[in-house]
C-alpha cells in the first residue's frame, strides 16, 4: 500500500484532493463492509463521459481537431505539468483546460463530427450505452456528466436520447462555471461538482434524493461524487487503464466494479 500511496502523491499534487480520495475510500470500505448501498429505488443515472461512456479524451480530441496533434498535445502537456508542479490546483487546471479548447472556437458541427468519429471507431462504450437505453425506458433519467465541455455534454446527449448534461461552461460575456472538485466561487468563474450541478437542475423537483442516484464513472477524481450517491459504480475497460482508472481500483472507490463488455447490462440493471 505504501508504494500505492507515493505512486498516487507523485500524480496528485493537490494535497486536498489526495485527502479526498483516501476519505471515500474509507467510505466505501464500510458501506461494502455493512451493506449499506441504498440501490432500489434509483431514478436517475450521472453517468461519467470522457473515459467512461467515451473512452477517449475529449478535450484533446477536439484541440487536435482545430489544431493537428502535435499541437493540441503541446498546449494539453503544458497545463498538466503545471498541475504537477503544483502551479495550479485541481479546479485551475479544470479551467485552463476548458479556456484552450474554448479559444479554439469549434462550432456545433465541429462537436457533432468529434461524436461522429467516437460512434463509427469503437470509441463509445456499447454495453454501457445498451444498458444506459435500457434504464431511460424504465424511466429512469439519464444524465451526461462531465467536467469538459457543457457544448460537446449537450451534443452527446441529445444524439443518444438521454435526459440531460453536465459540463463546463466558458464564456467572456455571461458567468462562466466549471465542473470541479467542490461548491464554490473564485474570482474567475463558478464551481460545481457534478452533483452539485445536477441539484440545481432538479431542485424544483420534491423527489430529489442522493440516495436515489447512481453514478458510473472510471476516474479517481469523481470519487466524491460516486460515495456521496446512493451506488457508485466504477467502469473497467478492456484496454490498458488510464492512471485515474487505476487509483480508482487500487483504493476501491466504488460498491460496484462492472466491466465493459457482453452481461453488463443485466448486471447493471439488477444493480439499479
Known amino acids: 500500500m505504501k508504494n500505492h500511496l507515493e505512486k498516487v502523491e507523485n500524480y496528485l499534487s493537490d494535497g486536498l484532493l489526495f485527502a479526498k480520495i483516501l476519505e471515500d475510500s474509507a467510505k466505501f470500505a464500510l458501506r461494502r463492509a455493512f451493506g449499506r448501498i441504498n440501490s432500489s429505488k434509483i431514478n436517475i443515472i450521472l453517468v461519467d463521459l470522457d473515459g467512461t461512456l467515451i473512452n477517449s479524451n475529449s478535450p484533446l480530441d477536439a484541440l487536435a481537431l482545430k489544431f493537428g496533434a502535435t499541437k493540441a498535445n503541446k498546449i494539453f502537456n503544458d497545463i498538466l505539468t503545471d498541475f504537477k508542479a503544483g502551479k495550479s490546483d485541481f479546479d485551475q ?10 479559444n479554439a472556437k469549434l462550432k456545433k458541427s465541429d462537436w457533432e463530427n468529434l461524436l461522429d468519429f467516437y460512434l463509427h471507431n469503437g470509441k463509445i462504450s456499447v454495453h454501457l450505452l ?12 439519464v444524465i451526461i456528466a462531465t467536467r469538459s465541455s457543457l457544448v460537446f455534454a449537450k451534443t452527446v ?63 479517481a477524481m469523481d470519487s466524491q461524487e460516486l460515495a456521496s450517491s446512493g451506488l457508485g459504480i466504477l467502469l473497467t475497460h478492456k484496454n490498458k487503464p488510464s492512471p485515474v482508472e487505476k487509483l480508482a481500483r487500487t483504493f476501491e472507490l466504488y460498491d460496484l466494479l462492472l466491466k465493459e463488455g457482453v452481461g453488463l447490462e443485466k448486471k447493471l440493471l439488477k444493480a439499479i
Do not use: C, W
Open 130 to 141: 445498451a444498458a444506459l437505453k435500457i434504464a431511460k425506458s424504465k424511466k429512469v433519467k
Open 157 to 219: 446527449s441529445d444524439r443518444l436520447g438521454f435526459d440531460g448534461a453536465i459540463g463546463t461552461y466558458i464564456s467572456e460575456k455571461n458567468h462562466p462555471y466549471i465542473i470541479g472538485s467542490k461548491n464554490a466561487t473564485s474570482p474567475k468563474f463558478k464551481i460545481y461538482t457534478k452533483l452539485g450541478k445536477l441539484s440545481s437542475m432538479f431542485k424544483q423537483h420534491k423527489n430529489f434524493d442522493f440516495s436515489k442516484i447512481a453514478v458510473i464513472s472510471n476516474d
Open 93 to 102: 487546471t479544470v479551467y485552463f483546460t476548458n479556456l484552450a479548447v474554448s
